[in-house]
């Protein structure tokens, strides 16, 4: 399997499919690549240069203790970019993969980079503070982070029906497969549980207001209407307002895992992007 090895000597496992203009695909909180099931092939199939790869704490990349912040985890990104060489490149950040892409191009710059699509991105903040009185309490993290560390299966398998939409109790309910939630929740189970806790406090505390507005690339923004995991009145139209060359796409019955559950017009609407 290939791997990059990180300016902190973190070895991080990515794919590498296709030919044509590169599209590097970031994901969620502690799934790995994998979770670009649907997104990946299709794009690689259709004339792309498709690029994805596993967050440091992540399914098959290092783990090391510490390197959660978004400092260190676009300078993984800007490493990856810088090792394939990749050029014109159109960055998906999904969920905390849109916020990684925004501290990259704040500051490693967008010389490598030609447009930004944000899907399901948890920024510009979600934290509640005196000026951003609708944000969501740190209580909030703090419950999550405690769950983590008591019994991590548990909590992420109550995670399916908020993330997949739908369903409440009756995993056949789900917009997807029974079998196909699970496999994906499980993949979580790859990350390390002090990457789980430190990825989900970086996402949850970091203020990207200001560096978002200052996003000069071409910008989708794709977001479900229904997201729990990154709270659509705090994330998807704000950003969108934020980016000035920016489109808005809403999702209107969508959670948080449109990847899968809206996969086939995701696909398109990116692929739409990247050639308009």
């Known amino acids: ?96 993969g849109g916020g990684e892409a925004v501290r990259y191009l704040s500051r490693h710059g967008a010389e490598r980079v030609a447009k930004l699509a944000l899907v399901a991105s948890t920024t510009p903040f979600m934290l509640r503070t005196p000026d951003n009185p609708d944000g969501l309490d740190l209580d909030l993290f703090e419950q999550m982070a405690a769950a983590i560390r008591q019994d991590r299966a548990k909590w992420l398998s109550g995670l399916a029906a908020p993330f997949f939409g739908g369903g409440g109790a009756d995993p056949d309910a789900l917009p997807v497969s029974p079998e196909l939630a699970r496999w994906l929740v499980s993949t979580c189970l790859d990350a390390s549980p002090r990457a789980g806790v430190e990825i989900y406090r970086t996402l949850f505390t970091t203020d990207q207001r200001a560096e978002t507005a200052k996003v000069e690339v071409p910008t989708l923004v794709i977001h479900g209407a229904a997201d729990l995991g990154a709270p659509y009145a705090l994330c998807g139209p704000r950003t969108a307002e934020l980016i000035k060359d920016s489109t808005f796409l809403s999702y209107e019955d969508a959670a948080h895992g449109l990847f899968a559950t809206h996969a086939e017009r995701l696909n398109n609407d990116l692929l739409e992007f990247v050639r308009s």
């Open 1 to 96: 399997m290939p791997y990059v090895s990180t300016r902190d000597g973190t070895r991080l496992h990515y794919t590498d499919w296709g030919d044509g203009q590169p599209v590097v695909l970031l994901g969620t909180a502690m799934m790995d690549s994998r979770m670009w099931e649907f997104q990946a092939p299709f794009l690689a199939e259709n004339g792309l240069r498709c690029v994805t790869y596993d967050r440091r704490g992540c399914g098959r990349s290092d783990a090391p203790w510490n390197g959660y912040d978004y400092d260190t985890l676009a300078a993984d990104l800007a490493d990856l970019l810088d090792h394939l060489d990749l050029r014109d490149t159109v960055l998906v950040g999904y969920a905390v």
